[in-house]
């Protein structure tokens, strides 16, 4: 049989949720007989397979014994047979439309990969993630669209077959990265989708990487050693350094553990160059100077706060063109910032705060937000920030501006809030609302 396209799911005790995941494959607009639903089922204990046998549309492919989601996706490939091919995470679903949209547009467009956004996904509450894909666009290099890098998902993807021969999964925690990565590098001609066809289920406990462990951690090392190949990858790796970094300060770790991660981190990563000052100092610093340092550091910047100006007068946002304000975080702050010795200002980005986990109100009566690296829509009252670095960037009359004011409400992410919005990142220490007050 000819199928138009191929979708693999790997599935590991699965049994509250694969039935939803297969359903909204099997009713795609597209056919069913046109799509090739391949379930590697990875020595599930519940009852998944007993569902998947109810099923007569579907290939089910048993591992002997558990592999993990990677190599069980590589399973999966081996046995695609069409041009086509996506995955799709058993705990997961998409849009009725997703196979059929993906199709037309990559066959009009001649790429060799499709990439759409996608929305969380909790009980019947459907909110659409901060979107990388604002339009319908076709790419034909990366430089045109540089925040694709930080995009690790390759659920959210459809491949023709030219590039088949680089899915090739680990079986680390975070397999995606390196496979996400060198696809990118590797198509000529990228359909970009600003639909949210995909559906992440939010906080599912039983995800198959759900909490962040000395292996989890290890791995994503192993990870940025990889990435360490592509020097377009280089902002991807900065951000995973920086996630370990949180990790080992919010997370419970035995000494020797501690010793470990960061001994580890600093071979990995001793022959790159960063500008955060912290990493830098990661690579000068012998691993028993720099664990106190650290602690310390942070420690006492949740005491005091700095907002921040980046000024783009044509160079690009840059270290060297900024403004800062130190002030007390409240919840509601209104701080000034003065601009007489910038000329020609391009752009605007305001850092509200650095070195926290923050909700952000900001008001916005003479501007408008252009962009921001929120976890949630713009439009949202508060905009949610899961990076130690939360930005907006200021769309508003630049001419003879000599001082900007602004108003925000922010609030610090506490225990129970993080705990909810970290999918990976939700064994945050008992002490964690101590340290943050």
């Known amino acids: 049989m ?13 049994e ?20 090739e639903i391949i379930v590697v089922n990875d020595h599930s204990t519940d009852s998944t397979l007993d569902i998947l046998e109810k099923y007569d549309n579907i290939k089910v492919i048993n591992n002997k014994k558990n592999i993990g989601s990677g190599y069980s996706r590589n ?33 009009k467009d001649n790429s060799d990969m499709l990439i759409y956004n996608w929305q969380f996904y ?15 666009e076709v790419i034909t290099d990366l430089s045109q669209k540089e925040d694709l890098i930080f995009s690790t998902a ?44 995909y559906y992440y289920r939010k906080n599912n406990q039983d995800s198959i990487t759900n909490n962040i462990s000395l292996k989890n951690t ?22 995973f350094v920086e996630d370990i970094l949180f990790w080992f300060y919010y997370y419970n770790w035995f000494e020797n553990e501690e010793n470990q991660i960061i001994n580890n981190l600093k071979i990995v990563i001793k022959d790159l160059t960063f500008e955060n000052e912290d990493i830098q100092l990661l690579q000068k610093l012998d691993t028993r100077f720099f664990i106190p340092y650290y602690k310390d550091k942070k420690l006492n910047s949740s005491k005091n706060a700095v907002a921040k100006l980046y000024i783009d007068s044509g160079k690009g946002f840059n270290e060297i063109e900024t403004v800062e304000v130190n002030y007390s975080p409240s919840k509601r702050n209104i701080i000034t910032f003065n601009l007489d010795s910038f000329k020609n200002i391009k752009s605007i980005r305001f850092d509200p705060i650095g070195n926290e986990f923050v909700k952000v109100h900001l008001f916005n009566s003479n501007f408008d937000i252009k962009n921001s690296n929120c976890d949630n829509n713009i439009e949202d009252y508060f905009n949610i920030f899961t990076t130690l670095d939360p930005w907006y960037v200021l769309d508003l009359d630049f001419k003879n501006l000599k001082t900007l004011t602004l108003e925000f409400e922010l609030h610090i992410l506490n225990k129970k809030e993080l705990n909810n919005l970290f999918i990976d990142k939700n064994n945050i220490i008992k002490n964690y609302e101590n340290i943050m007050s």
């Open 16 to 35: 509250k949720y694969i039935r939803q995941c297969i359903d909204s494959i099997i009713n795609q607009t597209l056919g069913i007989e046109n799509i």
């Open 2 to 14: 000819n199928f138009k396209i191929s979708t693999i799911i790997p599935t590991y005790n699965s």
């Open 75 to 107: 399973i999966g490939i081996k046995n695609v047979t069409s041009d086509y091919l996506t995955f799709v995470d058993s705990d997961d679903f998409i849009a009725p439309d997703t196979f059929e949209k993906a199709l037309k547009l990559m066959k």
């Open 218 to 239: 290890l791995d994503l090392i192993k990870s940025i050693e990889k990435l360490s190949n592509y020097k377009e990858s280089k902002p991807l790796i900065e951000k």
């Open 122 to 136: 909790q009980s019947s509450e459907k909110s659409i993630h901060q979107p990388n894909i604002v339009k319908n």
């Open 154 to 197: 390759v659920w959210n993807r459809v491949y023709h077959k030219k590039l088949y021969k680089y899915l090739n999964f680990s079986n680390l925690s975070y397999d995606d990265n390196d496979v996400s990565v060198k696809t990118l590098l590797k198509s000529s001609r990228i359909s970009l989708m600003k639909d949210g066809l």
